[in-house]
């Protein structure tokens, strides 16, 4: 089975500065999926960048990037110049091969940005 | 792109009738649609998955006649709750994926209160 798990419930930073959040996961399939998503207090969910794990190179997307250490099994996702529309809960999620496969989420950081 | 819709984004009804929420994709045409149940403060929890023209897959523990799904279409699959009762109550959120895409994108989420 699949789990993916994120230790910090609660996270802060302050405005403009940099935040990593972690998430650990356990697959025993060689090719897969990561996800960070976003969900604002509009409850929509948001991707905010997305990791192939046959590929070394660590995803980035703007103020976004990932740390993937696929031997340790680990997905951190580093937020750059912090910024108040930030705040939101983090998702960390994995997904295995195959068109159907279902996404498989932990149970979220709450990330809170300070002004 | 990858625009997903749900409709409606509220609704609130009686204990005992049913409720039908929509989702559809807008600019794409989805093979493969998830329907998810959120509470609050938690992560989502996969209900089931639907492919186009064929019955849905449910999770472990939710019920199939209680929550109905159909995916006539490649662009709207539909989520019924039949006989609802408070304990129904939840935020609902669909999302969709295409072909062999890695990535499930998401709808706005439908709030339910049951009376």
């Known amino acids: 089975a699949q789990t993916v798990t994120q230790s910090q419930p609660e996270m802060s930073v302050q405005e403009a500065e940099t935040v990593t959040l972690s998430c650990t996961y356990d697959?025993?399939?060689?090719?897969?999926?990561l996800f960070w998503y976003k969900q604002p207090p509009s409850r929509q969910m948001i991707l905010v960048i997305r990791?192939?794990?046959?590929?070394?190179q660590n995803a980035t997307e703007n103020r976004f990037s990932v740390n993937f250490q696929k031997a340790a099994k680990s997905f951190s996702l580093k937020i750059s110049d912090s910024q108040l529309g930030d705040a939101a809960m983090y998702f960390c999620?994995?997904?295995?091969?195959?068109?159907?496969?279902?996404?498989?989420f932990g149970k979220g950081t709450k990330l809170t940005v300070n002004p | 792109g990858a625009v997903v819709s749900q409709h409606p984004s509220w609704v609130i009804c009686k204990s005992g009738t049913s409720v039908k929420i929509e989702c559809r994709s807008l600019?794409?045409?989805?093979?493969?649609m998830f329907w998810y149940r959120q509470f609050p403060k938690q992560s989502l929890m996969l209900m089931a998955t639907?492919?186009?023209?064929?019955?849905?897959?449910?999770e472990q523990g939710v019920e199939k006649d209680k929550f109905l799904i159909n995916h006539a279409s490649l662009t709207l699959s539909t989520l019924t709750v039949t006989s609802a009762h408070p304990e129904d109550s939840s935020f609902y959120i669909c999302?969709?994926?295409?072909?062999?895409?890695?990535?499930?994108?998401f709808g706005p989420g439908t709030r339910l209160l049951v009376l």
């Open positions: 999302s969709a994926t295409w072909g062999v895409s890695e990535t499930q994108y």
């Open positions: 697959t025993s399939e060689s090719d897969y999926y």
């Open positions: 990791q192939e794990a046959y590929k070394q």
């Open positions: 999620a994995l997904r295995g091969q195959g068109g159907s496969e279902k996404l498989v």
């Open positions: 600019d794409f045409q989805a093979t493969t």
């Open positions: 639907s492919n186009e023209g064929s019955k849905a897959t449910y």
